[in-house]
């Protein structure tokens, strides 16, 4: 049995497709923005001969009594997407949020509702057998609009090269300056968690995983494809 199949038995509501639009699919899915004024408004998630069973916000929606209930540090928050990719056996979690104009306040936001979103799924996976998270890759994508002139990117660039002068451990320089070099870099979940001051355990922390920043290639796009 999958995680994802004992998770569904586990938690057998989140199947129904009113509760959180959980559908399955080949190739490909996508993810919907749900705010009514969103100029983002979808993002195709892809990989040729992958199966993928896919969650929207409404998963890991409301769970104050593990979160804000219970501590300051766990963020109540909620991403647009969660999904179980299988490929050649391989099972991996992509967790995604679209945001529909570029800022270091929005992508920084962005990857903390991916970050809290997946904890919260996290504990609840714990319980469910065949999930071992040594095993299971994980990816945090958030899809953007690119710049919507020059004028911004300078803007941008400036920022983040002030944050590398005044804390080379902050998102901007220690995340932002490489996902807009790179697009995908590698890392762990205790690098993250440390932006928020969490204590995880070094089991947890150590997990590496992709982050990625998949921009429009044009301001006027309102949807942009994004190969796992």
């Given at each position: 049995m999958s995680a994802a199949i004992a998770f569904l038995t586990v938690y057998d509501k989140v199947g129904n497709i009113a509760f959180a639009d959980c559908r399955q699919s080949h190739d490909s899915y996508e993810v919907n923005e749900h705010e009514d004024h969103a100029t983002m408004t979808k993002l195709n998630v892809t990989m040729p001969?992958?199966?993928?069973?896919?969650?929207?916000?409404?998963?890991?929606?409301?769970?104050?009594?593990?979160?804000e209930h219970r501590t300051t540090l766990i963020q109540d928050t909620d991403c647009d997407g969660l999904a179980f990719m299988t490929y050649n056996?391989?099972?991996?979690?992509?967790?995604?949020e679209l945001k529909s104009r570029f800022s270091t306040q929005k992508i920084k936001y962005a990857f903390t509702q991916i970050t809290?979103?997946?904890?919260?799924?996290h504990a609840m996976l714990s319980l469910c057998q065949d999930y071992d998270i040594d095993?299971?890759?994980?990816?945090?994508?958030v899809a953007c609009k690119c710049f919507?002139?020059?004028?911004?990117?300078?803007?941008?660039?400036?920022?983040?090269?002030?944050?590398k002068m005044a804390d080379p451990t902050s998102f901007e320089a220690y995340f932002l300056s490489k996902l807009l070099k790179y697009g995908r870099i590698t890392t762990t979940l205790g690098e993250i968690a440390r932006q928020y001051g969490l204590l995880l355990n070094s089991h947890l922390a150590g997990k590496e995983l992709t982050m990625s920043l998949q921009v429009t290639k044009n301001y006027a796009d309102t949807s942009v494809t994004?190969?796992?």
């Open positions: 001969h992958a199966e993928f069973i896919a969650f929207d916000y409404r998963l890991v929606k409301n769970m104050k009594d593990f979160t056996g391989q099972e991996s979690i992509v967790a995604t809290f979103s997946f904890l919260k799924l095993n299971m890759p994980l990816h945090f994508v919507e002139h020059k004028h911004q990117e300078d803007t941008i660039q400036n920022i983040l090269e002030k944050a994004y190969m796992v």
